[in-house]
């Protein structure tokens, strides 16, 4: 044909990646001449190569390299990274939403999950329908396992497959939750194979009124300190302060007085007693409503 302008030339619309051609100089064959040999290729063979380039990289709509690999989904504003065909069509996405089948409209950076409707497996940066959060562990039933919170408390739940929270560090420090072993209270840290911290505390306990520290609850023995204190709500300067050695085996106990002071205006009483098997009472015993703050340093023993 005659020589025509490349702006002048038809232009191509759809291009047939595979078949159409495009010319190109293959400086590394000097058949044709020095500077290299004209040739052609394919649109595929250019994207195959692994070329490199510089300068922004802009795409407009949706961006699909193999749909087991990656996908830009700009209709939910993420990225897809993968269809994992051994849990289904569970997928991991990135910078972006939440999958619709979490039931959670949040932005997320990093989320894992199947699916469920009532869970996922793993989700890093965002939110969530009841507050943010910069880290959630989950099964696929929706049990949280570890979450880090957006101010940064992190707590540990559902742990063995027993509800609720098992471990909490917050601004306060770390408290275990619930039940550890056979010894319960407010907050429990277990440590070594007998060592036990127990803490306890109630406020606007009546006269009369009382709370347990148990230590434990198989009938063995414990040894440790023990640290009280009982203020009124009224004053808090009317208070009774003091600590205790204790030793005790099932509902038998020696409760020493190792110290005590009153507060300024005066003291308020109470007693202490161990009703059951490894079990401290405490019981207010001032007249009045008044908080009881106690904890048990030390352990259990055969």
């Not at 232009?11 to 052609?40: C, E, Q, R, Y």
């Not at 707590?155 to 471990?167: E, I, K, R």
């Not at 770390?174 to 306890?200: E, Q």
């Amino acid at each position: 044909m005659a020589d025509v302008k490349i702006t002048a030339l038809t232009a191509l619309t759809a291009a047939d990646p595979a078949n159409d051609v495009i010319p190109i100089v293959d400086v590394s064959d000097t058949t044709m001449a020095a500077s290299g040999t004209t040739k052609k290729i394919s649109v595929n063979n250019i994207l195959s190569s692994s070329p490199t380039a510089s300068g922004a990289f802009t795409i407009t709509g949706d961006l699909t390299v193999d749909t087991n690999t990656l996908k830009v989904d700009s209709s939910n504003d993420r990225v897809l990274i993968g269809t994992l065909t051994a849990l289904g069509s569970a997928k991991l996405s990135i910078l972006g939403k939440t999958q619709a089948d979490t039931a959670v409209a949040a932005d997320v950076i990093g989320n894992f999950n199947n699916t469920s409707a009532t869970g996922y497996g793993f989700r890093v940066g965002g939110g969530s329908a009841t507050g943010g959060y910069a880290l959630s562990v989950n099964n696929n039933v929706g049990s949280e396992f570890h979450q880090i919170s957006g101010t940064g408390i992190a707590t540990w739940s559902n742990v063995g497959g027993v509800a609720g929270t098992a471990m909490t560090l917050n601004a306060t420090g770390l408290g275990v939750k619930g039940t550890i072993g056979t010894a319960s209270g407010d907050a429990v840290i277990a440590f070594g194979t007998r060592g036990i911290i127990v803490g306890n505390q109630a406020s606007a306990i009546a006269s009369g009124s009382f709370i347990d520290v148990t230590v434990v609850t198989s009938g063995g023995g414990y040894q440790g300190f023990l640290s009280v204190a009982n203020t009124l709500d009224s004053n808090a300067n009317t208070r009774t302060q003091t600590t205790f050695s204790v030793f005790g085996r099932g509902a038998s106990s020696t409760i020493t007085q190792i110290a005590t002071a009153n507060g300024p205006t005066a003291g308020a009483s109470f007693t202490v007693t161990t009703p059951s098997n490894g079990v401290i009472r405490i019981t207010n015993t001032s007249g009045l409503a008044a908080t009881i703050s106690a904890q048990f340093f030390g352990g259990s023993s055969a």
